[in-house]
Each structure stands twice: as C-alpha cells, then as structure tokens.
C-alpha cells in the first residue's frame, strides 16, 4: 500500500465543540516561515498567499506533534494557540500500522 492508501484507512472521532490543536489564523499569516504547513503529513495547514488566506482543520490530524515543534506559537502556547491530544476516546483510529 501506499502511503497515501494507508492514510486513507484511518478514521477520526472529532471532538467539534473542543478542538485539540487551536491556533489563531490571521496571527499565522504573519509568520515568516509557515512551517507547519510544510511539516504536516496530513496537510493541515495551508496557505494561499495570492488569497492571503490561511486555514486549519483539526479534524484529519494524526497526532505526530510535528506543528507543535515547529511552531514557536503553539510550542510556548502563545496567546491563541494551544496544542494537546484530543480528549479521551476522540481523535485518530489508526486502522493501519
Ligand atoms: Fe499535522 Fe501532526 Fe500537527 Fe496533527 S500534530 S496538525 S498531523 S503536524
């Protein structure tokens, strides 16, 4: 399987009235880097420059931390930026591997 097919298996259990990673998107569009929307396995995050939109969707995460390091904002939890793992029994339902 590829990965993109494994990917595919999982499921997601959101948690809509209590996001686990939350972020403030005009904020982001300030940051020099925008790493996190290089670093995401699950394209989370994604920048139109030419819209200067910016979005976010928790629901898809994989869990793997990889934004809360890149991200100073959610590394420190910085005033409208918070990173934890969903609450119990939500979140990713890894069906592969
Ligand atoms: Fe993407 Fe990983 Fe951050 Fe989830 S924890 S949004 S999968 S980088």
Redesign the pocket.
Known sequence: LSMDDRLAKNRFDSDDHNPH?IIDKEACKTCDHKA?TF????E??KWDAQKDKFSFD?VG????????YVCERLYRSMTGYSWNYPSQGKGIIFREG
Request: aromatic letters at 6%; glycine letters at 6%; charged letters at 20%.
């Open positions: 990673i996190c670093c995401c396995p699950a989370r995050y928790h995460c994989l869990e793997c931390g990889n934004c809360r």
